[in-house]
Nanobody
């Protein structure tokens, strides 16, 4: 199973950005998918997760009402739409995949992408 993130970049505070995660090696139709992020000098933190049907979604309080996670099982891809970006959103964003229910604990995920850098300037 391979997860490949894309779409990161440098934006200004208040801008929007959508990052994607394409999965190969197996279908994600039975998988919970999610996003974590890690800023320099900080621990990896939960951002958002979505169950296989897209009907169960959770967000970290820090991104709630600004970020939207979605998925397209036909394209084997999960997305993270990030709006009203803040400098504190600067981090490497990682896509994750697991069979079963979505989790907010990073240790519950076996499959990780290589990450995509998102930098928000003030």
């Amino acid at each position: 199973v391979q997860l490949v993130e894309s779409g990161g970049g440098l934006v200004q505070a208040g801008d929007s950005l959508r990052i994607s995660c394409a999965v190969s090696g197996r279908s994600i139709s039975s998988s919970a998918m999610g996003w974590f992020r890690q800023a320099p000098g900080k621990e990896r933190e939960f951002v958002a997760t979505i169950n296989w049907s897209g009907k169960m979604i959770s967000y970290a309080d820090s991104v709630k009402d600004r970020f939207i996670i979605s998925r397209d099982n036909a394209k084997n891809t999960v997305y993270l739409q990030m709006n009203s970006l803040k400098p504190e959103d600067t981090a490497v964003y990682y896509c994750v995949d697991r069979l079963g229910a979505p989790k907010t604990d990073a240790s519950e995920y076996v499959y990780w992408g290589q990450g995509t850098q998102v930098t928000v300037s003030s």
